[in-house]
């Protein structure tokens, strides 16, 4: 073959790799973008280092109780108050969630009670606890708290509403992962890896269950689609960390 025939062959062969490489570019440009985003829709709420982004329910900031331990948010009990630990107190976030995926790891001491509420409403004169509006995931020692024998009060349960199924809970002193999704009306809760509650909120059957339950007196349990997330003060040792948040 003739150089003169073999340049137009030469010409095409080069264009053919320039596209193959612009397109393996734009491909790789657009996984790492559409990565970006999605690690971008994930915020966390706390940081490791302060309690910026809480405050106790009704006030302006958080009780001293709640420390900030190794790069976990622990509630030190050691001296109580009642059935809470002194200058302690719910916390509950800044801002407000209505649709959500919620992930957080959890360490409760033994013997100990402690929980994560749900849609609360910051307005103690008309509501006093975040229990008043929030439905709660219970954090619990199965093996030495109380509540644990009472059905619906076990660790992963959603609070005297629905019963966890499996139990897939670790003992005091471990680490338990729970992600919490709450999308337009239908409750997840995953406890290590395993979803254990599913239910829909704010149907016939959903109050059905809320005036079955200890909650039925209290006006606005569990009838608010958006509201802050609460860490819940039951006068014992709990820990938390990588709490992470996504809008949906």
Request: glycine fraction near 10%; charge should be negative; proline fraction near 3%.
């Given at each position: 073959?003739?150089?003169?025939?073999?340049?137009?062959?030469?010409?095409?062969?080069?264009?053919g790799a320039?596209?193959?490489?612009?397109s393996?570019?734009?491909?790789?440009?657009?996984?790492?973008?559409?990565g970006?985003?999605?690690e971008?829709?994930w915020?966390p709420?706390?940081?490791?280092k302060?309690?910026?982004?809480?405050?106790?329910?009704?006030?302006?900031?958080?009780?001293?109780?709640?420390?900030?331990d190794?790069?976990?948010?622990?509630?030190?009990?050691?001296?109580?108050n009642e059935?809470?630990?002194?200058?302690?107190?719910d916390?509950?976030t800044?801002?407000?969630?209505?649709?959500?995926?919620?992930?957080?790891?959890?360490?409760?001491?033994?013997?100990?009670?402690?929980?994560i509420?749900?849609?609360?409403?910051?307005?103690?004169?008309?509501y006093?606890n975040t229990?008043?509006?929030?439905?709660?995931v219970?954090?619990?020692?199965?093996?030495?708290?109380p509540?644990?024998?009472i059905?619906?009060?076990?660790?992963g349960?959603?609070?005297?509403?629905?019963?966890?199924?499996?139990?897939t809970?670790?003992?005091?002193?471990?680490?338990?992962?729970?992600e919490?999704?709450?999308n337009?009306?239908?409750?997840?809760?995953?406890?290590?890896?395993?979803?254990?509650v599913?239910?829909?909120?704010w149907?016939?059957?959903?109050?059905k269950?809320v005036?079955?339950?200890?909650?039925?007196?209290?006006?606005?349990?569990?009838?608010?689609?958006?509201?802050?997330?609460?860490?819940?003060?039951?006068?014992?040792?709990?820990?938390?960390?990588?709490?992470?948040?996504?809008?949906?």
């Amino acid at each position: 073959m003739t150089l003169r025939h073999l340049l137009p062959i030469l010409v095409l062969g080069a264009l053919g790799a320039c596209q193959s490489s612009t397109s393996q570019t734009s491909v790789t440009a657009n996984e790492k973008t559409s990565g970006s985003s999605a690690e971008a829709a994930w915020q966390p709420l706390f940081d490791g280092k302060t309690t910026q982004g809480w405050h106790t329910y009704g006030q302006a900031k958080v009780g001293n109780a709640w420390k900030v331990d190794n790069g976990t948010l622990h509630l030190d009990a050691a001296h109580k108050n009642e059935w809470q630990a002194g200058d302690g107190g719910d916390i509950v976030t800044a801002e407000s969630y209505g649709n959500f995926h919620l992930k957080l790891d959890w360490k409760i001491a033994a013997n100990g009670n402690s929980g994560i509420i749900l849609f609360v409403q910051d307005e103690p004169t008309k509501y006093p606890n975040t229990w008043s509006t929030g439905p709660e995931v219970q954090v619990l020692d199965n093996a030495g708290h109380p509540d644990a024998k009472i059905h619906k009060h076990r660790a992963g349960d959603l609070y005297d509403l629905i019963a966890s199924s499996p139990e897939t809970s670790k003992p005091a002193g471990e680490w338990n992962q729970v992600e919490i999704i709450s999308n337009n009306g239908q409750l997840q809760i995953i406890q290590n890896g395993t979803k254990v509650v599913t239910t829909t909120l704010w149907d016939d059957n959903w109050k059905k269950m809320v005036a079955g339950s200890k909650f039925k007196d209290m006006a606005g349990f569990g009838a608010f689609k958006s509201g802050k997330i609460a860490l819940q003060d039951h006068g014992d040792d709990v820990w938390f960390r990588n709490i992470m948040i996504k809008r949906l």
